[in-house]
């Protein structure tokens, strides 16, 4: 948080010392150490511009749990960054210089999260050990993204297609274009849950750079019906995800180049994150030899070739020689780098 201060000034500072954050007496938490702060940071009311109309409020009687359960304009995602005020001003030079020294925060933002996503990493892992599945579920630019998770594991690592799942707000017909209206209805979030078989046993890991998309959150309270793992990615400070979820994941990106545009530092956040969840997940149940994918499945030319260069890294033998072993394994990796090393280690052992 004292990190966020510093980069946006104009955006937190004024609101820290209007609600005296400074003097605030909240103790940490398991969640996040200045959830304190955090809290008051994200009912902070959004910042004055003389060019933006107001935003008519919603009277009281029209908020739900879900609708309107942060006032979207305090987001730190929607608020304007000033390192990119002017940008429309800029040459092309500079203004691509501007977009890539605010991803260079991305990933310290990330790195901050680590312990938690080590937790979640582990959580999965257990999961898989019981039997469960991990689930994301997201909408929009969230949900693209954990689709496009779950769908690389079949290829990288060779598990069931059904292992990792990706439900995106609006179905298959969203991933190519936009259809998020149906993000603000909890019930659909749910009943695509439901829609899955999602179990007990099962992980849900609900995605929403803003924290309170409806979809997601109607989501998430279905899986905490049913007792399941829940683990909340987003990119707000104390958001009503991560206070409805079990594991919470909030890496800090701050305001986007683009006020409100997630899916950009708060999309490559989240790419970051769900890369250690699967990848972490499939090193720690064995799938990953050394560096290597030994579990790859060589379904193309361009595969093959890696695949023949990892038994070959891995058995010391020729690219040649590789691609006979493989061939001799029925094209599995794994398979062939253990019959050659197998004999190798009872030499080893008689001699």
């Known amino acids: 948080m004292k990190k966020l201060v510093q980069q946006y000034p104009p955006v937190l500072r004024p609101r820290l010392f209007q609600f005296g954050v400074q003097n605030n007496p909240a103790l940490p938490n398991e969640?996040?150490?200045?959830?304190?702060?955090?809290?008051?940071?994200?009912?902070?009311?959004?910042?004055?511009?003389?060019?933006?109309?107001?935003?008519?409020?919603?009277?009281?009687?029209?908020?739900?749990?879900?609708?309107?359960?942060?006032?979207?304009?305090?987001?730190?995602?929607?608020?304007?960054?000033?390192?990119?005020?002017?940008?429309?001003?800029?040459?092309?030079?500079?203004?691509?210089?501007?977009?890539?020294?605010?991803?260079?925060?991305?990933?310290?933002?990330?790195?901050?999260?680590?312990?938690?996503?080590?937790?979640?990493?582990?959580?999965?892992?257990?999961?898989?050990?019981?039997?469960?599945?991990?689930?994301?579920?997201?909408?929009?630019?969230?949900?693209?993204?954990?689709?496009?998770?779950?769908?690389?594991?079949?290829?990288?690592?060779?598990?069931?297609?059904?292992?990792?799942?990706?439900?995106?707000?609006?179905?298959?017909?969203?991933?190519?274009?936009?259809?998020?209206?149906?993000?603000?209805?909890?019930?659909?979030?749910?009943?695509?849950?439901?829609?899955?078989?999602?179990?007990?046993?099962?992980?849900?890991?609900?995605?929403?750079?803003?924290?309170?998309?409806?979809?997601?959150?109607?989501?998430i309270d279905e899986a905490n019906r049913l007792g399941a793992l829940t683990i909340g990615i987003s990119c707000t400070p104390d958001s009503e995800l991560s206070r409805r979820v079990r594991i919470a994941i909030a890496p800090l990106t701050g305001p986007e180049i683009l006020a409100g545009s997630t899916r950009m530092k708060a999309g490559t956040a989240t790419k970051l994150v769900l890369n250690m969840l699967t990848t972490g997940s499939f090193i720690r149940l064995g799938y990953v030899w050394g560096n290597l994918m030994v579990n790859v499945q060589p379904k193309n030319a361009k595969l093959l070739d890696r695949s023949t260069r990892i038994v070959a890294t891995a058995t010391g033998v020729s690219y040649g020689a590789a691609g006979e072993m493989l061939a001799a394994s029925g094209n599995n990796v794994r398979e062939a780098i253990r019959q050659y090393l197998e004999p190798q280690k009872e030499t080893t052992k008689n001699g």
């Open 31 to 219: 969640t996040r150490a200045m959830s304190g702060v955090s809290r008051r940071i994200a009912q902070a009311g959004a910042i004055a511009d003389r060019n933006r109309r107001p935003i008519e409020k919603l009277k009281p009687a029209a908020q739900s749990p879900y609708n309107n359960c942060m006032d979207l304009a305090a987001l730190l995602t929607e608020q304007a960054n000033p390192a990119s005020a002017h940008i429309d001003r800029l040459s092309t030079d500079e203004m691509l210089r501007v977009i890539n020294n605010e991803d260079r925060k991305v990933a310290d933002a990330v790195t901050a999260e680590i312990p938690r996503i080590a937790r979640a990493v582990d959580s999965i892992v257990d999961a898989f050990h019981h039997g469960g599945r991990l689930f994301y579920i997201g909408a929009g630019t969230s949900g693209r993204l954990g689709v496009l998770d779950a769908s690389e594991c079949p290829p990288t690592f060779n598990v069931p297609p059904d292992l990792v799942q990706g439900i995106i707000a609006g179905g298959d017909a969203a991933l190519s274009r936009a259809t998020e209206t149906t993000e603000d209805d909890p019930a659909i979030g749910a009943r695509d849950l439901e829609a899955r078989g999602f179990v007990q046993q099962d992980v849900l890991c609900g995605i929403a750079a803003s924290g309170r998309t409806p979809y997601v959150l109607g989501a």
